[in-house]
């Protein structure tokens, strides 16, 4: 897993060019997909590049994700909470493992908001998610 | 500790904001909740101004010593996430936590870098006991 999740960090890295810029609005209202996108001329992203989850897990050998509809929601049919690898884990150690290193951190300010949100009125902390991008 | 409670579809509620630096509030709650010039936030003031039991004032790790009455719903007090992510969300006290303080997720939360795992800050409380007050 780690071994994974290392190559996956790097590649991350690797594909990042990154404009400093602070993010004040909210840049990322469904999470996932809305910041792992092909970066076009003047889409005002942050990198070049193909920079999706689909390509990006494909470099580390992951399977192709056929049954994926809706991101990060279904991962979680196999990387559920009880399984030996829980998305939580996989994801946080992605973006935050490291984080002197990390992109994530360095360069995206390494805030909980770009991928969560707070329902208030219930008082729980939410998961973003979209369609799928791939 | 840190279980993503649910995943919903996207339009909810999204946060905007400052960004906090890691540690702004190195011990959670009583890294805030301080008494100042201007004025006295600390923990037990804020008891005693929502009649909370002498119980609160009387933990010692805040705010884990909470769980034992707040652990979840099933506890006496109800889920202490729900209060506290409720309280700071919603305003007045959200336009305070976010203005005034810079607050985020993590000023009350701490992320375990080597294990992903999320994690709650805590600390001592930052207030003498009044042991002869009835309540």
């Known amino acids: ?36 996108r092909i970066s076009e001329k003047g889409s005002g992203l942050r990198y070049e590049g193909d920079f999706r989850i689909q390509p990006l897990l494909a470099q580390t ?4 994700l056929k049954k994926i509809k809706t991101v990060p929601n279904d991962c979680t049919k196999c990387h559920s909470d009880d399984s030996d690898l829980p998305l939580a884990t996989i994801v946080h150690l992605v973006h935050f493992e490291k984080p002197e290193a ?9 805030k909980c908001a ?21 | 500790m840190m279980r993503v409670a649910r995943i919903l579809a996207p339009a909810l509620l999204t946060l905007t904001g400052g960004i906090a630096l ?12 301080v008494a100042t010039e201007q004025q006295d936030m600390r923990l037990n003031v804020i008891f005693d101004h929502i009649e909370h039991s002498m119980a609160g004032q009387r933990t010692l790790l805040i705010p884990t010593g909470c769980a034992r009455c707040h652990a979840d719903e ?46 709650i800050r805590s600390g001592k409380r930052n ?9």
Not at chain 1, 6 to 16: Q, R, V
Request: charged share 20%.
């Open chain 1, 114 to 134: 770009n991928c969560h949100a707070m329902d208030a009125p219930a008082g729980e902390a939410l998961v973003k998610s979209g369609p799928k991008n791939w």
């Open chain 1, 61 to 64: 050998g992951h399977r192709w």
């Open chain 2, 74 to 119: 099933k506890g006496v007090g109800g889920a202490l996430s729900k209060l506290i992510h409720r309280s700071h969300y919603t305003d007045p006290v959200q336009k305070k936590f976010i203005n005034e303080f810079n607050g985020d997720c993590v000023s009350c939360h701490k992320m375990d870098t080597d294990t992903g795992q999320a994690e």
């Open chain 2, 127 to 135: 207030w003498q006991l009044r042991i002869l007050s009835a309540k």
């Open chain 2, 22 to 33: 890691a540690d702004d509030y190195p011990q959670g709650c009583v890294s805030c909740h």
């Open chain 1, 1 to 36: 897993m780690r071994n994974g999740i290392h190559a996956l960090a790097l590649i991350t890295a690797a594909g990042l060019l990154v404009v400093s810029a602070v993010a004040t609005a909210d840049d990322y209202p469904q999470g996932c997909v809305d910041c792992h």
């Open chain 1, 102 to 110: 990390n992109v994530y951190t360095t360069e995206f300010g390494g």
